[in-house]
């Protein structure tokens, strides 16, 4: 009777996790807390109803959903989750109410304890992992406070040996559940990230493309109009003179806007060369810190020696001198940027973080695309170049941010073989 209603209970607990998937393409959807916090709620308690009652204990997956609210969408999620359970609980009877309050709030503390390191790592198995260590968590929690409630109520009897085996084959079950829903909801994101890059990549191609084509036809008439400034110029003095030159001045500047064009259809690395990005670092530091004083940022810096990589260095130092100042845009007075560079998985690892205003979730979503910008003033197009630059030198660029906290932007490099031996030495 109790693996039958096992069973359903693990029915209960897919069923949320399968409108996760299913639901995953709409944004209020996969970024609503409260609202996956509901569901997996109603999950619990639906597992709490189908029950199996024995020895005046409640046997279910009730925490399953509680585990996987807490570590896949927050704490918010998880106190929804814990609260409903609670009061479904409440609702359907008053046996044993006091060691299943005392279950839950437990259940729920240690995911909320480890939540952090779980946001931080990246590969499927390890998150996983943490996902069945906190069912082991859980089956401890139950089996001590049995062994509390059993030496507060005398020895333990021939029965009570017997219910701490159930306990065992059950907390096998509920590891086994655990391990095979942490699964699918790994699937799922990792098929979200997917298509969000393949929904980017060919976003790009279509506006390189775009760029691309607009550039050359806009190029070629430019070159005239400069050709015939010059000599103009050369006849004239005084005031016309200097007429001229602005002239020349703005169409050097449409030039560079449409080598920016260029640069994101096709980035063109050009001759690579080994070179110490803290020192390129603290060049562009050195570089934006008048603008940054001027704005009323402080810039701070934490710079690992010894990392060196392979790359064009005209292209990092432009991709890399936009996004720190966009950085310091985002600060605004009084505000401050944190300039980070170490070793991260034999990578190099540059993180800028600011404590501006932060953007929205949609916001990072479209961040990278043309003609998009949080300035007053702006096409996108600094930023996008920079992703496209980043990515032809095999490396990775993403943002993290939160409305009213900051942002941070994290790049990762491929290193040189110098910076290897450096590490191990």
Not at 115 to 129: A, D, I, N
């Amino acid at each position: 009777m109790l693996v039958d209603k096992l069973l359903v209970n693990i029915f209960l607990v897919f069923v949320p996790l399968l409108v996760y998937s299913a639901l995953s393409d709409h944004r209020h959807m996969k970024h609503a807390p409260l609202l996956m916090g509901g569901v997996l709620g109603v999950s619990s308690v639906l597992c709490i109803v189908f029950s199996y009652i024995w020895y005046g204990l409640y046997w279910d997956l009730r925490y399953v959903p509680l585990i996987l609210s807490v570590l896949y969408f927050g704490p918010r999620a998880g106190l929804l989750n814990i609260t409903v359970m609670v009061l479904a609980r409440m609702y359907i009877g008053p046996e044993s109410i006091d060691v299943g309050l005392l279950s839950m709030i437990f259940c729920y503390l240690g995911p909320l304890l480890v939540r952090k390191k779980f946001v931080q790592l990246k590969g499927m198995f390890f998150r996983v992992g943490i996902n069945m260590l906190m069912s082991i968590w859980a089956s401890m929690v139950m089996l001590s406070i049995l062994f509390i409630h059993s030496w507060v109520n005398g020895s333990l009897d021939k029965d009570e040996i017997e219910l701490i085996k159930i306990i065992i084959g059950f907390g096998v079950i509920q590891f086994l559940s655990v391990g095979a829903s942490s699964f699918w909801m790994a699937f799922s994101l990792e098929r979200e990230e997917m298509r969000r890059k393949i929904r980017q990549a060919e976003r790009i191609n279509t506006l390189g493309e775009l760029a691309a084509s607009m550039a050359h036809e806009v190029r070629n008439p430019l070159t005239v109009v400069k050709g015939f400034l010059q000599m103009v110029q050369s006849e004239l003095e005084g005031k016309n003179r200097r007429y001229i030159a602005l002239a020349l001045a703005e169409t050097d500047r449409a030039e560079r806007i449409i080598s920016d064009y260029l640069s994101l259809s096709r980035p063109q690395i050009g001759q690579t060369e080994l070179m110490d990005l803290s020192g390129m670092v603290q060049q562009i530091v050195l570089l934006l810190n008048p603008m940054a004083t001027k704005q009323g940022v402080r810039l701070y810096t934490e710079l690992k020696n010894e990392i060196y990589v392979y790359t064009d260095r005209n292209q990092l130092l432009q991709a890399l001198v936009h996004v720190t100042k966009n950085a310091i845009e985002a600060a605004e007075d009084g505000g401050r940027v944190y300039i980070t560079l170490i070793i991260h998985e034999e990578k190099a690892c540059l993180s800028i973080r600011d404590n501006g205003k932060g953007m929205s979730r949609e916001h990072l979503d479209r961040l990278g695309t043309l003609f998009f910008s949080t300035k007053e003033v702006g096409t996108g197009l600094g930023t996008a170049v920079s992703f496209r630059i980043i990515e032809a030198m095999n490396g990775s660029i993403r943002y993290e941010s939160e409305p009213g906290v900051g942002t941070e932007v994290i790049i990762l490099l491929p290193l040189a073989q110098e910076s290897l031996l450096a590490a191990e030495g």
